[in-house]
């Protein structure tokens, strides 16, 4: 990113009272001009607290509906109106309605990665974060957890007393992060410990150290005293976690974590969003009204 491209958004977040959130998994130069960075759970809580009238959001779709919800007086933009994200679109209204007929006191949890229209025929939304604390608390026995089948099962796992039904939802990001290259990975730096999101499957998750959403990956990281890291999680997150610790190591597991749809997000859409405050997120009343958000 130039300086005058700094330059220019700094102009314009004054000019049009906004505010730039980013997602981790947005490109570095991205990172470094938004006001805040976090996972879907922390951009989803600190789009409660701002006092700027407009927000633009450097992310995927559902990210600005989340925020739209929770921020109905507030004018949200995307910063890439095509920036979107394949698992939101894994689930649709007839597998909810199926799974409720058949098992009458299913709670139907769904994972923040989501459209709106699917939220809305949920019982209760969670994000990676808080997943577990959330279901565990439900008095359901029978969960369906969508669209996510992986976060899915590993909630499950936890949770032996409860009866889940997956949904055949997945992160082409994670799941793209295989057992044999992170064996070979391991081989490679067998000082690292492996930190995994819990969107990985099940043979993955197997072989980490640590199991945590992207901002949980971060914090261990972090407050670690080992200073080597196998990361199996999208790439995105290496910008903050060499931030935050630049006497540490971080290594990636295949050369396939990378999301296209968050690399979108370039230096020429912010500005644009910024000076036309569009693509502008709007969703139908009802679905704003009845979306379950929980933080």
Same mark, same amino acid.
């Given at each position: 990113?130039?300086?005058?491209?700094?330059?220019?958004?700094?102009?314009?977040?004054?000019?049009?009272?906004?505010?730039?959130?980013?997602?981790?998994?947005?490109?570095?130069?991205?990172?470094?001009?938004?006001?805040?960075?976090?996972?879907?759970?922390?951009?989803?809580?600190?789009?409660?607290?701002?006092?700027?009238?407009?927000?633009?959001?450097?992310?995927?779709?559902?990210?600005?509906?989340?925020?739209?919800?929770?921020?109905?007086?507030?004018?949200?933009?995307?910063?890439?109106?095509?920036?979107?994200?394949?698992?939101?679109?894994?689930?649709?209204?007839?597998?909810?309605?199926?799974?409720?007929?058949?098992?009458?006191?299913?709670?139907?949890?769904?994972?923040?990665?989501?459209?709106?229209? !699917?939220?809305?025929?949920?019982?209760?939304?969670?994000?990676?974060?808080?997943?577990?604390?959330?279901?565990?608390?439900?008095?359901?026995?029978?969960?369906?957890?969508?669209?996510?089948?992986?976060?899915?099962?590993?909630?499950?796992?936890?949770?032996?007393?409860?009866?889940?039904?997956?949904?055949?939802?997945?992160?082409?990001?994670?799941?793209?992060?295989?057992?044999?290259?992170?064996?070979?990975?391991?081989?490679?730096?067998?000082?690292?410990?492996?930190?995994?999101?819990?969107?990985?499957?099940?043979?993955?998750?197997?072989?980490?150290?640590?199991?945590?959403?992207?901002?949980? !990956?971060?914090?261990?990281?972090?407050?670690?005293?080992?200073?080597?890291?196998?990361?199996?999680?999208?790439?995105?997150?290496?910008?903050?976690?060499?931030?935050?610790?630049?006497?540490?190591?971080?290594?990636?597991?295949?050369?396939?974590?990378?999301?296209?749809?968050?690399?979108?997000?370039?230096?020429?859409?912010?500005?644009?969003?910024?000076?036309?405050?569009?693509?502008?997120?709007?969703?139908?009343?009802?679905?704003?009204?009845?979306?379950? !958000?929980?933080?």
């Amino acid at each position: 990113m130039t300086e005058e491209q700094k330059k220019k958004i700094a102009e314009l977040k004054k000019e049009k009272d906004a505010v730039i959130l980013a997602h981790y998994y947005v490109d570095g130069e991205i990172q470094a001009i938004a006001d805040y960075v976090g996972d879907s759970y922390y951009l989803a809580e600190i789009a409660t607290k701002l006092s700027e009238s407009t927000i633009i959001f450097c992310g995927v779709s559902f990210m600005g509906e989340s925020a739209k919800i929770l921020n109905p007086e507030k004018k949200v933009v995307m910063a890439d109106q095509y920036a979107d994200c394949p698992m939101a679109h894994m689930v649709d209204l007839d597998n909810i309605k199926k799974v409720r007929e058949q098992y009458p006191d299913v709670a139907v949890v769904c994972y923040v990665n989501s459209t709106a229209e !699917i939220k809305t025929a949920s019982d209760v939304c969670v994000t990676s974060s808080n997943a577990l604390k959330i279901v565990k608390k439900l008095d359901n026995q029978d969960i369906y957890f969508i669209p996510d089948e992986n976060l899915g099962r590993y909630i499950a796992k936890q949770l032996p007393q409860k009866h889940f039904i997956f949904n055949d939802g997945f992160c082409h990001v994670h799941k793209s992060i295989h057992q044999e290259e992170l064996q070979k990975a391991k081989e490679a730096h067998p000082e690292a410990l492996v930190l995994a999101h819990p969107e990985c499957t099940e043979e993955i998750l197997e072989l980490a150290d640590f199991i945590g959403s992207t901002s949980q !990956i971060i914090d261990y990281a972090t407050a670690s005293t080992h200073s080597a890291f196998l990361i199996c999680t999208e790439m995105g997150i290496f910008y903050e976690l060499m931030q935050k610790n630049p006497d540490k190591k971080f290594y990636s597991v295949g050369h396939r974590q990378f999301c296209p749809n968050m690399k979108r997000i370039k230096p020429e859409g912010v500005i644009q969003a910024l000076e036309t405050l569009t693509p502008e997120v709007v969703l139908d009343e009802e679905i704003r009204k009845k979306e379950p !958000i929980c933080l």
